[in-house]
């Protein structure tokens, strides 16, 4: 596998995840609730990966592929939930640089589970994120507002996520991989949304919807070449090369729904990024 053809794969992961942001921030903005856009979205994803059950082998798989897929799905369902809980009242371009705290989490988890203590890259990583913070919110006690806790929850099971995702790869395929997530993902959030939801869904109109279709198709592309990346390369350095993605989301929060404070955000940005780079490629 060529590096031009993993460089091309990041690049539009990249694009849909910043596309995905945008999409699911402008459903808030239309009065969907944050429950019924998740659902909705893993629906159309299933319905889409139809044809991949049809022709594969999904029936014949073992059930420790199922375990891990259903984990995974488990997971997804949650984390999509809660981003886009954060986005109905957050700043896209104050969300998505906290995404960078994954790599400082699961360095604090490794020190409590794992008994894994970082070196001096991985402190001056943790160093870097912690300052960085500093520029991205307006105020100090900005850090304690739901939307940030929302992106918290999301980014903890999006890691978690990740991983039973390369296991359920590794079982299967990339294709394959895609559909049962789909799938999963739209039996989790369905019940999510139950739980939650009381109010009846007009199929046919959110299917109309171009927002939710857009949403759905970015979405899925994201899932998808997630998926293929993490097929072709070790998670970790995947997830570093993912964060490049936050600096195109400070400047669509400023560019599409008016967020103040760009030059202090994408300064506050780009040393975030230095930081969970360090801590991913260096800090263990």
Request: aromatic residues 16%.
């Amino acid at each position: 596998m060529s590096y031009f053809v993993i460089f091309l794969a990041v690049l539009i992961r990249i694009l849909a995840n910043s596309g995905t942001n945008v999409f699911q921030k402008q459903l808030t903005q239309n009065n969907e609730t944050p429950v019924e856009i998740n659902f909705i979205i893993y629906l159309l994803l299933s319905i889409f990966s139809i044809p991949i059950f049809v022709f594969s082998n999904t029936i014949t798989l073992n059930m420790n592929f199922w375990y891990y897929a259903i984990l995974g799905g488990i997971c997804g369902a949650i984390c999509n939930c809660f981003m886009v809980l954060a986005l109905e009242k957050g700043q896209l371009s104050v969300l998505s640089p906290i995404n960078s705290y994954k790599a400082a989490i699961g360095l604090l988890f490794g020190m409590i589970i794992l008994k894994e203590y970082p070196n001096i890259y991985g402190l001056c990583g943790m160093g870097l994120i912690i300052f960085g913070t500093y520029f991205i919110f307006d105020k100090p006690e900005d850090f304690f507002k739901k939307d940030i806790l929302y992106r918290f929850l999301a980014l903890i099971f999006s890691a978690i996520e990740a991983v039973f995702i390369k296991k359920v790869i590794l079982l299967s395929s990339v294709s394959v991989s895609f559909a049962v997530s789909s799938l999963l993902g739209a039996v989790f959030s369905f019940i999510i949304f139950k739980a939650f939801c009381k109010s009846a869904l007009n199929l046919k109109e959110k299917f109309k919807n171009k927002l939710y279709l857009s949403s759905a198709a970015s979405f899925g592309l994201m899932t998808f070449i997630t998926a293929f990346i993490f097929a072709k390369m070790n998670v970790g350095y995947a997830l570093s090369l993912f964060q490049l993605s936050i600096i195109l989301n400070v400047f669509l929060g400023y560019k599409l729904f008016k967020e103040q404070n760009l030059p202090k955000k994408l300064a506050g940005s780009v040393i975030i990024l230095i930081g969970s780079t360090m801590i991913i490629l260096l800090g263990h």
